[in-house]
Nanobody
């Protein structure tokens, strides 16, 4: 069992930055692949970024490449999402998710890969 708690969302102007954090409970954080998803009003939840157990492999959707960075600190049981050059279309509720992974290098990129979800944190980007 893993419990996830996100923080760091807020209101920011276009071009600004935020850092989202997701703190995990439990002793097996390093055995989970982690991901960040977002859901905007009226839209489906989509993966934004994902990171392997080891942190050595990452994935980003095209719309955030070069602007967002995912990272993890297994000692602190925390995964981060750095959001730079924010755009109004980045406005959404952002969720972190954890999925058990047998391999240290695998990146999980679909919601079905994840078993545990946080409650979400709102990111609003004003134009």
């Amino acid at each position: 069992q893993v419990q996830l708690v996100e923080s760091g969302g807020g209101l920011v102007e276009a071009g600004g930055s935020l850092r989202l954090s997701c703190a995990a409970s439990g002793s097996t954080f390093s055995t989970y692949a982690m991901g960040w998803f977002r859901q905007a009003p009226g839209k489906e939840r989509e993966v934004v970024a994902a990171i392997s157990r080891s942190g050595g492999n990452t994935y980003y959707i095209d719309s955030v490449k070069g602007r967002f960075t995912i990272s993890r600190d297994n000692a602190k049981k925390t995964v981060y999402l750095h959001l730079n050059s924010l755009k109004p279309e980045d406005t959404a509720v952002y969720y972190c998710a954890a999925g058990a992974s047998p391999l240290r290098t695998v990146v999980a990129t679909t919601a079905l890969d994840y078993s545990y979800w946080g409650q979400g944190t709102q990111v609003t980007v004003s134009s």
